[in-house]
């Protein structure tokens, strides 16, 4: 959303996964589609250790998240409890100036 | 039975309602006694710490801001196509309707064109209230949003340092456990400004107990008129003092906290001769010397014993020094001598003025509160906007802050507190929760900041995308590009692939808020159209095309008026308070809250899910609290979903407004958390090697430039541009100062606020040096004019005192309003901004801070 679609050009999109995906699987699966612009306003870095940037907050099934949980597996029940789905929100904020 | 009124009517309603003043951005908290629905008093609420019952003249006058007769009470469309200064915009009443279906279509428009085409302006004097208007920019997708003179003129480089020294926005002495604190250009305590009235008690309480109170200030005013000793200084100079301090300390006196230094900030991590850290191979994180090994370890390695602060270590084949051991050479050369030449302070003062604060320090002494043994360092460095108003304002506060950091006075008990960098929340919900954390080379990064970019690690340098080019400078927050006289020409150098068309303003007047009014004006006019919610007509609405009339603080609801908690909550211990700002007065004629507005106008332009979503953001919000993307919200629903989600659904909105706040007792480990928290600060700050090269890299290519020394690692004195003025005609520095009656120049209107400054004698007049005036036939009383070395002029009627430094020129406050719809504020006072050049010479190249001062000539 915000700036972020701008940059992309895409404000929705739909992803298939196996189960067991992590946020940082899914992230860089999303910056090889929409390239380093994605990736500049979602990670901090262009190399590893790659942390989140901490203007851009990621929303999974509704629940505000961090670094701690990059590397677990996404959980479901975006849409409807026990669906397979996971719903995530981008909203970069800006400083402005 | 209804008690009689004074007409003899039946009195049918009569209440206290708890809310939060919003007349600067200290937001105390308040009680507005109304009787049959109108207010006839405000004074401090007793129940809540923000303030604990007292309140300040301005807060008291809050009330003639309510029924002032100037307000702006209807929409108002421009109907001269003609802008200027003193052009009449000739102002038609429209509707509500009307007003909104124009904006919307207009952002519409742009919006589907090229969203970074729209600019939003705030005002500083509602912060934080205002930043809820970023969210509509996050929402629209649109990086142009600045807090006009905000940043650029109080902060950039003191929140910076605030937060990567303290993360904090700022800081103040614990003033229950202070013996000893030295301000350069602050009044913490002693004016305005973050939790000002609960730390005026604070800090007269402890001068009481004894606190020694030392002001290095141009100017004898409301803090060093109270203070033990005041240290007047030249203009701009700050640095130069604070570093010949430091090297007394370090060099003369041998006075600095070992153990702080080595576990608390990078002082042992190792440096190569190019200026970086030597780091472990394989992890990349800088080595500190083991002495009790023999051998460099990373940082963070348990099995460290004994990490050198002093010597030369031979590390991957190069010889390395402890960033310490750096710092102490570095500060070699800044004698108190040197210091003298540049600052007009004797270097016996310097040199005892040091003396006194490593003493008063107490080294390696400790102190039990609450069964805990803590570190006892009874003695702060403060800094502020006077100090770090000036082009060098990063390497100002830098130096200041050293000294706290080299005496491990920071953060612990009698030190330079942070305001409120820890908090674990309410204890039935631990909302909310917020500790700083380690980030890169285990330095420290704030754990919660006032805007979405934290001060450390920077970000990337880019090419910038935004008006102000904060993506070329990290460091920043606010720029004087959004409004310089250069601002097209960088634009072009760096390919800005759009222009500004319109501008939505909140309560901001910019045309005296940033700098000089001619190159604002210039500014303004670049735009096609512009919207303003305003209290008042004022300079900037003679560019508007549509003013929106906005409701006041106290008829307006805001459910987190102190928070973030590093902003305007009290520091130090005693009570955690969570306070509401709520509608004491009913709207009346046809103002509106333009936080509803503006929902309104996001979910019209069909901007309802971004909407919600940047307001999750801003508000924390997640969980059941969380903001449906898909549905649309009052401001009323918005706020009860911030309080529960913080304290549960039982202290819900009808909860806070009936009770007004909800406190809870704050503990040791949040107060006092540097011994509890496993994190570094910079003494070093190896990272300007990198950002400095990066910035230059992208910089040069345009055509920018900076003096490098702006980026290196150790604090330096640079000279303003005033003090680069040869011309011996223009021999003095004009700087302003923020005026105790006054918040800047938002509250010059209000009649009981005049009448006090009318009697104050320096409110609205030119404080001159009895001895400087007397050599120029100046007398007490009469009118001059303050000309700088770049020709712009200001009048006014002078004020001599000894209160003054012989080469300054203060001015209080942002008076000199000339728009006649404020006949209060008319021709009172002097514009001081109006000699302020805004344009990249006058700015940091770290944190885009704008020079404050400039050098000039009085005349009769």
């Not at chain 2, 009318?758 to 404080?767: K, L, Q």
Request: charged share 20%; hydrophobic share 40%.
């Amino acid at each position: 959303m915000g700036p972020l679609a701008n940059a992309i050009r895409t404000r929705e999109t739909v992803l298939a996964g196996a189960a067991g995906m992590t946020l940082r699987e899914l992230l860089d699966r999303l910056e090889a589609r929409y390239g380093a612009e994605f990736g500049h306003r979602v990670f901090r870095t262009a190399t590893p250790p790659r942390a989140l940037q901490m203007h851009t907050r990621i929303f999974v099934n509704g629940n505000a998240v961090d670094d701690a949980v990059l590397d677990e597996p996404l959980s479901t029940g975006g849409s409807e409890p026990g669906s397979s789905d996971v719903l995530i929100y981008f909203m970069p904020g800006a400083s402005g100036g | 039975m209804a008690a009689p009124n004074g007409k003899g009517q039946a009195v049918r309603e009569d209440r206290w309602i708890p809310s939060a003043c919003t007349i600067c951005y200290g937001g105390c908290s308040i009680r507005a006694h109304r009787v049959d629905g109108t207010v006839v008093k405000i004074e401090g609420n007793p129940a809540s710490p923000v303030g604990n019952g007292k309140i300040c003249a301005k807060g008291l006058a809050g009330i003639m801001l309510l029924y002032d007769p100037n307000r702006v009470n209807y929409p108002l469309r421009r109907t001269n196509p003609k802008k200027g200064m003193g052009v009449d915009p000739g102002w038609k009443r429209i509707t509500w309707e009307e007003a909104l279906e124009e904006i919307t279509v207009r952002m519409e428009k742009i919006r589907a064109e090229d969203p970074r085409q729209l600019m939003i302006q705030v005002t500083t004097t509602l912060a934080p209230s205002s930043l809820l208007f970023f969210t509509f920019g996050w929402a629209f997708g649109t990086p142009n949003m600045w807090v006009a003179g905000g940043g650029i003129h109080c902060g950039n480089g003191a929140h910076a340092v605030g937060g990567i020294m303290h993360a904090s926005w700022s800081l103040v002495p614990d003033f229950k456990h202070c013996n000893y604190a030295i301000y350069f250009g602050a009044s913490k305590g002693h004016g305005a400004g973050h939790a000002s009235t609960p730390n005026m008690e604070l800090a007269a309480d402890a001068r009481v107990r004894g606190m020694r109170m030392v002001v290095v200030d141009p100017i004898c005013n409301f803090a060093a008129s109270k203070a033990n000793e005041w240290v007047p200084i030249r203009v701009g100079t700050d640095a130069a003092m604070a570093l010949a301090m430091v090297n007394c300390l370090l060099n003369e006196f041998g006075i600095y906290d070992a153990e702080y230094l080595k576990s608390k900030t990078n002082g042992p991590y190792l440096v190569r001769p190019d200026g970086t850290h030597a780091r472990d191979p394989q992890s990349g994180k800088p080595l500190v010397w083991d002495v009790a090994a023999g051998m460099a370890k990373t940082h963070d390695d348990a099995s460290v014993k004994d990490a050198a602060l002093l010597g030369t270590y031979t590390v991957n084949g190069e010889a390395c020094r402890p960033g310490f051991e750096l710092l102490r050479e570095h500060v070699k050369s800044h004698s108190p001598e040197w210091a003298e030449k540049i600052t007009g302070v004797s270097a016996a003062t310097i040199r005892r003025l040091a003396r006194e604060f490593g003493d008063a320090a107490r080294v390696g002494s400790t102190i039990v509160l609450d069964g805990v043994r803590l570190p006892y360092r009874p003695a702060a460095a403060i800094y502020f906007r006077g100090a770090q108003g000036h082009k060098n304002s990063s390497h100002i506060c830098f130096a200041i802050d050293l000294l706290n950091q080299v005496v491990g006075a920071a953060d612990v008990v009698g030190g330079a507190l942070g305001f409120n960098p820890v908090c674990h929340g309410h204890p039935e919900t631990g909302r909310p929760r917020y500790v700083p954390r380690a980030e890169r080379d285990g330095l420290m990064t704030p754990g919660t900041w006032m805007l979405p970019h934290l001060p450390y690690p920077p970000a990337e340098p880019r090419h910038p995308d935004s008006m102000g080019f904060i993506e070329l400078f990290p460091l920043s927050h606010v720029s004087p590009l959004m409004a310089s006289a250069d601002q097209e020409q960088w634009w072009q150098r760096f390919d800005l692939p759009y222009r500004p068309k319109m501008l939505l303003n909140y309560g901001a007047n910019s045309l005296m808020s940033v700098g000089n009014k001619e190159t604002v004006a210039e500014t303004l006019g670049k735009f096609d159209f512009i919207a303003s919610f305003d209290l008042f007509l004022n300079e900037f609405s003679d560019f508007a095309d549509i003013i929106l009339p906005d409701a006041s603080y106290l008829e307006v609801l805001d459910p987190r008026p102190n928070f973030p908690f590093i902003f305007n909550h009290p520091a130090g211990p005693g009570m955690w308070g969570w306070p509401i700002r709520q509608p004491v007065a009913p709207l009346t004629h046809e103002r509106r809250s333009a936080r509803e507005v503006l929902l309104g106008v996001a979910y019209r332009m069909g901007l309802g899910p971004e909407m919600n979503m940047a307001l999750n953001v801003f508000y924390g919000l997640d969980g059941p609290q969380m903001l449906d993307p898909k549905r649309t919200y009052t401001f009323e629903e918005v706020a009860d979903r911030e309080l529960q989600h913080k304290f549960g659904p039982e202290h819900d909105l009808a909860w806070f407004k009936e009770h007004g706040v909800i406190t809870w007792p704050k503990k040791v480990e949040e107060v006092y958390w540097r011994p509890f928290v496993d994190v570094r600060v910079p003494i070093y700050w190896e990272f300007m090697i990198g950002l400095g090269a990066k910035i230059r890299a992208i910089a040069a290519t345009r055509g920018m430039t900076f003096d490098p020394a702006y980026y290196s690692p150790l604090p330096e004195w640079l000279p303003c541009p005033a003090h680069e003025v040869k011309d011996p005609r223009y021999d003095l520095y004009a700087f302003y100062y923020r005026d105790v009656l006054h918040t800047n120049g938002f509250t010059m209107e209000n009649p009981w606020l005049d009448e006090a400054s009318r009697m104050d004698p320096y409110s609205y007049r030119i404080a001159l040096n009895t001895e400087t005036a007397r050599r120029r036939g100046i007398r007490d009383g009469d009118t001059v004019w303050i000309e700088s070395a770049a020709g712009r002029r200001v009048s006014g009627r002078v004020r001599l005192t000894e209160g003054i430094h012989p080469e300054g020129v203060g001015i209080a406050a942002c008076a000199g309003h000339w728009t006649r719809h404020q006949p209060v504020a008319q021709g009172k006072g002097v514009f001081f901004n109006d000699l302020l050049e805004v344009d990249y010479e006058h700015t940091n190249p770290v944190n885009l801070n704008l020079d404050l001062c400039a050098k000039v000539r009085v005349t009769k």
